[in-house]
């Protein structure tokens, strides 16, 4: 664990290298670099894109999806080995291990893959094989794609929000009732759409786990916690959740998502009342009554510290997300935001935060970026070795036969389970994008059928709740649990509760709305 001390000097590094990084991307539009990026994206949509069954790519062997495989297999087994439990509580471990893995996937393309390949940074081209030598174009197109396209942005929002919340203090001991959880528990889901799942659980962990602390049965409180607030309560905007983001850059209205009301209540409701009925009538009764007695003498109303300057921040981060795509036009002009401004704005955001915040109550709140470097070191390789795995659903998905809502959503809420479903979720709108097209379905919205867009946006969201890396904030939660000495189900342990919780849940949702 990292002290106290060392994350204040950390932060003071991170201070600095978010200068360095302003300062290099002012040169870099002196240079027109981010320009010419954006400028390439526009290019992109006004050409005419060959259908899928014109081009001469072809994905990679399904063996490629091993590295993957391995990775995940790494992330559930080796907590849970004597031999190599101690050596994984190192991120720097975790890196290799993903590092090592990811390098296996890029290697395939460096020497092995023939074909041309899709590649999507900064605008879609082909990158074409070497007849003649190693395949430098393919394994760098697939490398530029993970890192650079997907993997860059999306920690760049979870570290803002994750650093910029963690300056934000909220104090005092509330009796750890059934009651009190229940309503942590629902703010966090209301909160969830507007100010994303990622800053929802940065904000209310910490509260609710030292509301809990004379507790001993806590571990159900944060598996339902990532439940609904790091997933399922961030499907009614699209700042929510990644994968509607990416829906409303490609053509879904920013209020579309407000419709799925229903089935937020439904879902978010049942899980709250389940809990509520569970902590109430099995684990309260059965903590210490010494424990209780602990708990009910340390009562103190909240208050709430460092909401300047973070909350204005946390708030600009969410328009920052929303309007500096540059793919999109700026609000009210006709500007489109240059590439990576979006992420160099985030940054700069938390370089206030942590300028102008109070350090002390980001001691108070025992706050480090152990989590947030856990989650990157692991994604890094997830993004990268899921790649194969992208590209073959890319080929395959239309050919899969899926053609009900009912389909749709179990297949996109599936592999978003697995893979990141921010990709997935682009990869089956494009399946029901077609689908809508050749069968002339009603009620198309940007070009996709109501009923397929509500199955597609309910399964990337809801079942990233499935395991620890179906969303990033899964993985992050768990680890300030840990950390706060919460000793959280492994992988196989928390899909336990997910599959007898969740999925029955699905099956319900899937009876009455699709």
Known sequence: MIHQQEAAGTSRRVLAGIGVIIVLYCAALFLQWPQRGTAMILAERHEHAPAAGEKETAPPPVAMIAPFALLLGAI?????????????????HKFYVAAILGAATLLYYFFWHEHPLDVHWPAHHLALPNPAGPNVASAWGVFTGAV??????????????????????????????????????????????????TGAAMLLIRPLLHTNRERKHVVHTVVFFIFIVCNCGGCLLPIGDPPLFLGYLLGVPF???????????????????????????????????????????????????GLWPNLPLLLLVVVAVATLSPGKVFPGTGWHPWMYLREVVQLALVGLSLFLGNEHLRRRNHFNYFAILEVAALFFGIFITMQPALQLLEVFGPKLGLETPT???????????????????????????????????????????????????????FMGANTYIGNGPNFMVKSIADQSGVKMPSFFGYMLYSICILVPLFVLTNWLFL
């Not at 479903?421 to 002339?440: C, E, I, R, S």
């Open 255 to 305: 209020l579309y998502t407000l419709d799925l009301w229903k089935e937020w209540l439904f879902v978010n409701g049942c899980l709250l009342a389940i809990y509520y009925l569970w902590d109430r009538y099995w684990f309260h009764p059965r903590e210490k009554k010494a424990d209780i007695r602990g708990d009910e003498a340390r009562v103190h109303r909240l208050r709430f510290g």
């Open 148 to 197: 650079f396209r997907e993997y860059l942005p999306f920690m760049t929002l979870l570290f803002s929000l994750y650093t910029i919340c963690g300056g934000i203090r909220i104090e005092g001991d509330l009796s750890a009732r059934p009651a009190t959880n229940t309503k942590f528990l629902l703010v966090g889901g209301l909160l969830a759409s507007f100010i994303g799942t």
């Open 76 to 92: 559930a087994l080796f907590p849970l080995l004597s031999r190599t439990h101690h050596w994984w509580e190192s991120n720097l």
């Open 407 to 461: 389909q749709f959503f179990w297949a996109t809420g599936g592999l978003s389970s697995f893979l990141d479903n921010a990709p997935t979720y682009v990869v089956f709108f494009t399946a029901a994008k077609a689908l809508t097209q050749v069968n002339g379905l009603a009620d198309p919205v940007a070009g996709v059928s109501h009923a397929l867009l509500t199955a597609v946006s309910l399964g990337a969201v």
